[in-house]
């Protein structure tokens, strides 16, 4: 009996034993943050048409690439007052696109797009003008990645200051751009 029992536990010991340095291994395998951080990635963005947004998969973190049209332009400078932070960091005026990293800059929740429309606050005239929208924490961004202070041109509403969209390092040329890891 005790032969029995001391064999079982020998066996479900090693069993364990297996399991945990099988998973060790699988994960020294996958590269670590730092490699992550100093990665590089070329993307395609032929054919991105203005109006467009591509979301490329980078490090398991989505980036946003938005061609703005000429309407959304005009709509960012109606907005320019309407932002915590004018700056447009995210934006390479060559190629006239936006980019992003698809994740709200509060606690890293990933974003929605919703293109210009009605806001949620009808009963007053609020008006959307296209961007992203934060649903863990309410906040909105426009095309350019700046938080939306004014009431009048959010989704939903809005809390408090929060900062802007995180543009990644990155370099465009013609049809790609070159983006330079991921920095937290």
């Known amino acids: 009996m005790e032969r029995k029992l001391l064999t079982r536990s020998v066996i ?27 990665s590089e990635h070329l993307i395609n963005i032929t054919g991105l048409m203005p109006g467009e947004l591509r979301v490329v998969n980078v490090n398991e973190r989505p980036l946003f690439i938005h061609r703005a049209t000429k309407q959304e332009h005009d709509d960012l400078r109606l907005l320019d007052n309407h932002v915590w932070n004018k700056d447009y960091s995210g934006y390479d005026e060559k190629q006239d696109i936006f980019v992003f990293w698809g994740l709200s800059t509060r606690l890293g929740c990933h974003l929605t797009h919703l293109p210009k429309g009605k806001s949620r606050f009808e009963n007053n005239g609020a008006v959307w003008m296209g961007g992203y929208f934060d649903p ?33 390092r990155f370099e465009a040329s013609m049809n790609h751009i070159f983006v330079h890891g991921y920095e937290r």
Do not use: Q
């Open 12 to 38: 479900v010991l090693s069993t364990l034993g297996l399991v945990i340095t099988g998973y060790v291994f699988v994960s020294s395998l996958s590269p670590s943050e730092r490699a992550k951080a100093e």
């Open 136 to 168: 863990c924490h309410d906040s909105s961004y426009d095309y350019a990645g700046r938080t939306i202070k004014t009431i009048m041109y959010t989704v939903i509403g809005f809390n408090a200051e929060v900062p802007n969209l995180k543009p990644p």
